[in-house]
């Protein structure tokens, strides 16, 4: 597909310098012995590779948990067999909004009812299942009837990602919600949670690309439980908000190690070359130093913020894209000055 918002700015091509199956191997006996424990096969689309399967066993095999993100439309019968035998963890199936909405986001007629039945046939052979809906300005109303969509389906986590500024997800950055709509979706989110918790039901919720939640569900808490707000911030505190470059990595089809899902104009080193394990713990790159300090040396209204030891400064890929410094103020923050 051509995703309008797609981070990898994904083309249906296969790269001459992609990793072999072998070097893919590699890299997750690296990541295995450098103790991470989760390993999320993204894209583009991952299923468009032959081999995700004998990965995905790969990893499960070497201790850790495996997942995939895919749009669903490759997903048959027999493929849902194979990831469930293999002992996938999670598939997350992106839904833009419905019928309508997800084809002009997805760039294809029909791409709606074929993620809708990889979801299905999913379900059916037995493996967890979520929905992914990225959050941009054109299709905010669509929320409620994906939650609806969600309920309707029986499916039991939702994924909700603020739009990041990058690949394409930059070309469109001026579709991004304005600061007052994300605000009412995720008080939606938060309500909808609560709701489940007092109905005795065990949903998860999960949302990404924006560390201002941490802070937004805390005045949430405040507001609505103000009994439990000071456990909350304890938990989020824990958590310490932004995580790129300390827990999170992303690995590139071409082998290049990058900082986070979406900074993939920033190559920290390669797989080729050295071991992830060596380029991680290397902190001579200087966003990578930064990155890793107990707090960042963030600048504008990030390095004034109260709730800095909750977010940690959000999303510096989005500073650095509007800005050309990768330590300004994050221009997806929706937090007023207040």
């Not at 001459?16 to 390993?39: C, H, R, S, Y």
């Amino acid at each position: 597909l051509k995703c309008v918002h797609c981070y990898a700015h994904a083309k249906a091509t296969t790269g001459d310098n992609e990793l072999t199956t072998a070097q893919g191997k590699t890299l997750i006996d690296d990541l295995a012995q450098f103790g991470v424990p989760v390993l999320l096969f993204s894209g583009g689309e991952p299923l468009v590779r032959p081999d995700l399967p004998e990965l995905a066993a790969y990893a499960v095999q070497n201790g850790m948990r495996a997942v995939i993100s895919t749009n669903g439309t490759l997903i048959t019968a027999e493929t849902a067999r194979i990831l469930k035998d293999i002992g996938l963890s999670y598939v997350g199936i992106s839904l833009d909004g419905l019928r309508e909405t997800h084809d002009r986001f997805r760039r294809r007629l029909g791409a709606f009812d074929e993620a809708l039945r990889g979801l299905r046939l999913c379900r059916e052979a037995g493996l967890k299942v979520g929905l992914r809906f990225t959050l941009t300005q054109d299709n905010a109303a669509e929320l409620p009837k994906v939650l609806r969509h969600m309920d309707e389906e029986g499916v039991e986590k939702f994924y909700l990602s603020h739009l990041n500024y990058a690949g394409r997800g930059y070309k469109n950055r001026k579709n991004d919600l304005q600061h007052r709509m994300t605000r009412h979706a995720m008080e939606l989110l938060f309500d909808l949670c609560w709701d489940d918790v007092n109905a005795g039901r065990r949903r998860e919720f999960v949302t990404g690309n924006n560390d201002a939640d941490a802070a937004w569900m805390l005045l949430w808490a405040e507001r609505r439980i103000p009994d439990q707000a000071h456990r909350l911030r304890t938990k989020l505190q824990r958590w310490g908000g932004n995580a790129s470059g300390v827990t999170i990595a992303n690995n590139d089809n071409e082998g290049h190690v990058h900082p986070d899902t979406m900074r993939w104009d920033y190559s920290l080193g390669k797989l080729t070359q050295r071991p992830i394990s060596a380029i991680w713990d290397d902190r001579s790159d200087p966003l990578m130093a930064g990155l890793k300090q107990q707090r960042r040396p963030l600048e504008g209204r990030c390095a004034r913020c109260r709730y800095v030891g909750i977010c940690g400064g959000n999303s510096r890929t989005r500073a650095w894209r509007l800005t050309g410094n990768p330590w300004s103020e994050d221009p997806g923050c929706y937090l007023t000055d207040a």
